[in-house]
């Protein structure tokens, strides 16, 4: 049973480039988080999806902004890319319900540098 | 505002000891609390979690405690190992909301 799969694990981009960053659910998760996480910090939360729509969202610009599928992967994409985007970004993935407890799976995260 | 801080960044304990990290939380109206484990180069997993309306919670090796009082978490690991080197975590989450907060996050170093 796969976990939580993202891809890629490493980029590197530039200022002002726009990066898409991917993630399959664990088997049987239907709800997709994203996180940002910088470097000696804990996870910031970007949004969630449910149902291929944006169900709760945290304190970042409009440059982000997702995608969930019908097959329940996500997407999650950053426009007008600045030094400061720099971190490692992970998806999250729960079963509907179970969300409410705070009972994440994460995989193991897309490290963006931005040069 | 919410938010959910750890008293030390870095704690440092002798193998077979126990551990106890604490951390400090402000949203009182939280309904869930977690504790996760990052090890290096790999995802938070999550290890535990305890509502709000409980005061103490056990899982294998690990005990939460809650205390409502002084809004303060805790996560006890009993006989600590080498393999629980890593970054803890103290989350919360409210109940019918989709966000899990994180905090900064304590370095356990377990010497051999």
């Known amino acids: 049973d796969a976990g939580v799969t993202q891809s890629p694990t490493h980029l590197i981009k530039t200022r002002g480039q726009q990066v898409t960053l991917r993630c399959s659910p664990k088997?049987?998760?239907?709800?997709v988080s994203w996180y940002q996480q910088a470097l000696g910090q804990g996870p910031q939360f970007i949004f969630q999806?449910?149902?291929?729509?944006?169900?709760q969202r945290g304190n970042f610009p409009d440059r982000f902004s997702g995608h969930q599928f019908p097959n329940y992967s996500s997407e999650l994409n950053v426009n007008a890319l600045l030094l400061g985007d720099s971190a490692l970004y992970l998806c999250?993935?729960?079963?509907?319900?179970?969300?409410?407890?705070?009972?994440?799976?994460f995989g193991e995260g897309s490290r963006l540098t931005v040069l | 505002g919410e938010s959910v801080g750890l008293h030390l960044p870095t704690l440092s304990v002798q193998e077979g000891d126990n551990s106890i990290i604490n951390c400090a939380y402000s949203?009182?109206?939280?309904?869930?609390f977690i504790w996760y484990k990052q090890e290096s180069g790999k995802g938070p997993q999550f290890i535990i979690d305890?509502?709000?309306?409980?005061d103490k919670r056990q899982g294998q090796r690990v005990t939460v405690l809650l205390n409502k009082t002084v809004k303060h978490l805790s996560l006890q690991i009993a006989a600590t190992q080498p393999g629980d080197s890593a970054v803890y975590f103290c989350?919360?989450?409210?109940?019918?909301?989709?966000?899990?907060?994180f905090g900064t996050g304590t370095k356990l170093q377990v010497i051999p």
């Open positions: 999250a993935s729960s079963r509907s319900g179970r969300t409410n407890t705070g009972e994440l799976f």
């Open positions: 088997s049987g998760h239907d709800t």
């Open positions: 999806y449910y149902e291929e729509e944006e169900r």
């Open positions: 949203n009182s109206a939280s309904d869930y």
């Open positions: 305890i509502r709000s309306n409980m």
């Open positions: 989350a919360e989450n409210k109940e019918g909301y989709q966000k899990v907060t």
